[in-house]
């Protein structure tokens, strides 16, 4: 088990897809209670959006581009944990041998790099700045 001098402060988000951001929003906002934090649009158009769970928390949706439904449980994209020393959280996982991205300023504005767990599974760390989506809301083009 690897030990380490940072500290994970929270589980930041989970990323799901949607055929339907109408019918999503319609669930998680107004049935609910869940608001709209801040929206992700590609070339002007609605491209996926931040649901504030709690502070500091959410749930992030973007479009699935595969006209099916999603399998049960298929619909889950990656989680991402927040970290309160992103440089020193990167230094430790390729230390240990694991070959984390390099860091970089996300469109949300919130420090991010992405590493693959033992079994594969790539997930998202988060160090929010003080420009970060996820406290000013708001609308960001994206750039993917």
Same mark, same amino acid.
């Given at each position: 088990?690897?030990?380490?001098?940072?500290? #994970?402060?929270? /589980?930041?988000?989970?990323?799901?897809?949607?055929?339907?951001?109408?019918?999503?929003?319609?669930?998680?906002?107004?049935?609910?209670?869940?608001? *709209?934090?801040?929206?992700?649009?590609?070339?002007?158009?609605?491209?996926?959006?931040? /649901?504030?769970?709690?502070?500091?928390?959410? #749930?992030? =949706?973007? +479009?699935?581009?595969? %006209?099916? %439904?999603?399998?049960?449980?298929?619909? =889950?994209?990656?989680?991402? /944990?927040?970290?309160?020393? #992103?440089?020193?959280?990167?230094?430790?996982?390729?230390?240990?041998? +694991?070959? %984390?991205?390099?860091?970089?300023?996300?469109?949300?504005?919130?420090?991010?790099?992405?590493?693959?767990? %033992?079994?594969?599974?790539? =997930?998202? =760390?988060?160090?929010?700045?003080?420009?970060?989506?996820?406290?000013?809301?708001?609308?960001?083009? *994206?750039?993917?």
């Amino acid at each position: 088990m690897m030990k380490t001098d940072t500290k #994970i402060t929270a /589980l930041a988000h989970i990323c799901l897809r949607t055929n339907d951001f109408d019918a999503t929003q319609r669930f998680y906002s107004d049935t609910l209670g869940f608001p *709209i934090k801040f929206c992700f649009t590609r070339n002007g158009d609605l491209a996926g959006f931040y /649901l504030e769970i709690a502070d500091r928390q959410f #749930i992030e =949706f973007f +479009y699935n581009d595969d %006209p099916q %439904p999603p399998a049960e449980n298929a619909a =889950f994209a990656h989680f991402c /944990l927040e970290t309160s020393d #992103i440089e020193a959280t990167r230094a430790k996982l390729a230390e240990a041998g +694991y070959e %984390p991205t390099e860091i970089k300023m996300g469109c949300d504005q919130s420090l991010q790099f992405w590493v693959a767990d %033992p079994n594969g599974v790539r =997930f998202e =760390f988060h160090q929010y700045t003080s420009e970060s989506m996820q406290f000013a809301g708001g609308s960001v083009e *994206i750039d993917w």
